[in-house]
């Protein structure tokens, strides 16, 4: 059960979705990923996607304008 | 393998983040009350799909759902809300103290608001999902008809919303065209409705049909309908549909424990609580008339205000009227009744025969019957007796021996 931070500050969709979902493959169920990003689009897709696929999700807004996506892996 | 959760105390916990339960957030937030506000989506709501929202008073312009909703969301996290964006996993609503569970989090509150809002219910039908809202399939007449003047719409479903939302659309549109599912002249409407709508010059049925599909490049083009009896495929070219074939209010999470109307509404009472103290509901979720921004901000403010007072309550209650060291004794009156109000005097002079061995409260229950639906009593004036901060004794009657009696027995 770790927690990986995946860094995408600074990065347009769909770049913070794409890292996501293959970062989130590399993981083990149980696992955590922080994906910190700054565009508001991707705090619509990434949510969006990471539910869809029945993984637990939380939105974080760790400043104005910038977003912890925290996504457990459950399957 | 279940990670520690963490936990987490407030005042209010808000489920959900519409218009409804913003407003609510406002008011408790304001009421400095340690509120937080959990939404599994977006912030604003069913609210944030409309384009335009030209009936919510205060903004001629026609503004987007969302800037109303983003106005509100700032306003109250200007008085201190918290927002947390995630889904509700679990909830346990029946003790005094309420406790919501999100995937990481524990949150441990004095009331809960529910706001959860609802969903309409949708056909089904092929690619239905890719023009729902503001591309051509519409849930909500008295928000959408008047953007349909001249136009061709289509409705789905024959109960009293689908009929007398269809008859007000003839307002509007050239041509509304009904699918009913069942047999000619066969409708889930009442007769009143269904005799009007039958001789409506500007309403059309296609009687045995259900929707197949839709079709139409970026925005809605066309229904095609099919009917149920031969299977054949009907194209119906239109501007916008309308779809009123019910809607589900989102209260999976509480079932079990509060109450729901056999449509699982919530049913509340006019300071909005549900059947559990300090639980409250507001908004589409509750089993109302009209479900409107206009009247879910309402809600909100009601509920708001409800929640402050009954926390204030069940401090003063706790810590005051049902204190442990001493015997007590709570007059609950009703300031409006002349003998009543005259018994106080009765009242001090017990209360100076005791001294301090005695702890006297007096109850207005005029503006609020908080305290003494708490205590379980209906009818008033009335004297309890309290020892070890529980209930000794009650009486209806005002009569100082038997009272000062009463007080003696427990000393």
């Known amino acids: 059960m770790k927690e990986v931070v995946l860094d995408c500050f600074g990065e347009a969709c769909p770049v913070p979705l794409v890292k996501a979902q293959n970062k989130l493959a590399e993981l083990e169920v149980g696992d955590v990923l922080i994906v910190q990003i700054d565009h508001s689009c991707a705090m619509k897709n990434l949510p969006e996607w990471?539910?869809?696929?029945?993984?637990?999700?939380?939105?974080?807004?760790?400043?104005?304008?910038?977003?912890?996506?925290?996504?457990?892996k459950t399957k | 393998m279940a990670r520690e959760k963490t936990v987490e105390h407030y005042d209010v916990v808000i489920?959900?983040?519409g218009p409804a339960g913003l407003s609510a957030g406002i008011y408790t937030g304001r009421a400095r009350l340690k509120t937080l506000l959990i939404e599994k989506a977006l912030v604003g709501g069913l609210a944030t799909y409309t384009n335009e929202i030209a009936n919510y008073p205060g903004f001629p312009d026609e503004p987007k759902g969302e800037t109303i909703t983003n106005l509100m969301k700032q306003q109250a996290k200007n008085l201190g809300v918290e927002f947390k964006l995630t889904a509700v996993k679990s909830v346990d609503l029946t003790g005094e103290e309420k406790i919501v569970e999100t995937f990481r989090n524990k949150y441990i509150a004095k009331t809960v608001i529910i706001a959860t809002g609802g969903r309409p219910r949708v056909t089904g039908g092929i690619d239905e999902e890719n023009y729902l809202f503001d591309k051509g399939i519409s849930f909500c007449a008295t928000c959408d008809a008047a953007a349909n003047t001249d136009k061709h719409v289509v409705v789905i479903?024959?109960?009293?919303?689908?009929?007398?939302?269809?008859?007000?659309?003839?307002?509007?549109?050239?041509?509304?065209?009904?699918?009913?599912?069942?047999?000619?002249?066969i409708m889930d409407c009442n007769e009143i409705a269904k005799n009007a709508?039958?001789?409506?010059?500007?309403m059309a049925f296609v009687w045995n049909s259900v929707v197949h599909a839709f079709e139409g490049e970026?925005?809605?083009?066309?229904?095609?309908?099919?009917?149920?009896?031969?299977?054949?495929?009907?194209?119906?070219?239109?501007?916008?549909?309308?779809?009123?074939?019910?809607?589900?209010?989102?209260?999976?999470?509480?079932?079990?424990?509060?109450?729901?109307?056999?449509?699982?509404?919530?049913?509340?009472?006019?300071?909005?609580?549900?059947?559990?103290?300090?639980?409250?509901?507001?908004?589409?979720?509750?089993?109302?008339?009209?479900?409107?921004?206009?009247?879910?901000?309402?809600?909100?403010a009601i509920a708001g205000t409800a929640a402050e007072k009954y926390i204030a309550e069940s401090e003063i209650f706790e810590e005051k009227i049902m204190q442990k060291e001493k015997v007590g004794l709570i007059y609950l009156y009703n300031?409006?009744?002349?003998?009543?109000?005259?018994?106080?005097?009765?009242?001090?002079?017990?209360?100076?025969?005791?001294?301090?061995?005695?702890?006297?409260?007096?109850?207005?229950?005029?503006?609020?019957?908080?305290?003494?639906?708490?205590?379980?009593?209906?009818?008033?004036?009335?004297?309890?007796?309290?020892?070890?901060?529980?209930?000794?004794?009650?009486?209806?009657?005002?009569?100082?021996?038997?009272?000062?009696?009463?007080?003696?027995?427990?000393?």
């Open chain 2, 335 to 411: 300031a409006i009744d002349q003998d009543s109000r005259e018994f106080l005097s009765h009242v001090e002079k017990i209360e100076n025969q005791f001294g301090s061995e005695l702890v006297v409260n007096r109850v207005d229950v005029y503006k609020s019957t908080g305290i003494a639906d708490r205590l379980k009593v209906e009818s008033f004036p009335a004297v309890i007796i309290t020892k070890e901060g529980k209930i000794a004794t009650t009486l209806y009657e005002l009569n100082d021996m038997q009272i000062t009696e009463a007080v003696k027995g427990h000393m």
């Open chain 2, 197 to 202: 709508a039958l001789s409506n010059p500007k």
């Open chain 2, 218 to 300: 970026e925005h809605l083009e066309r229904v095609v309908l099919k009917n149920v009896k031969t299977d054949e495929l009907i194209p119906v070219s239109c501007d916008n549909c309308f779809e009123f074939i019910g809607y589900i209010p989102n209260t999976e999470l509480f079932e079990g424990q509060v109450t729901l109307t056999n449509r699982k509404y919530i049913p509340v009472d006019d300071k909005k609580q549900t059947n559990i103290d300090g639980v409250f509901a507001i908004g589409d979720v509750t089993d109302k008339w009209l479900k409107q921004i206009a009247t879910a901000v309402g809600d909100g």
């Open chain 1, 50 to 72: 990471a539910t869809k696929d029945g993984h637990n999700v939380e939105v974080e807004e760790v400043d104005d304008g910038e977003w912890e996506v925290i996504i457990e």
């Open chain 2, 157 to 185: 479903g024959s109960g009293d919303a689908a009929i007398e939302e269809g008859m007000f659309l003839t307002k509007f549109a050239s041509k509304v065209t009904v699918s009913v599912m069942h047999d000619e002249g």
């Open chain 2, 15 to 17: 489920i959900g983040g």
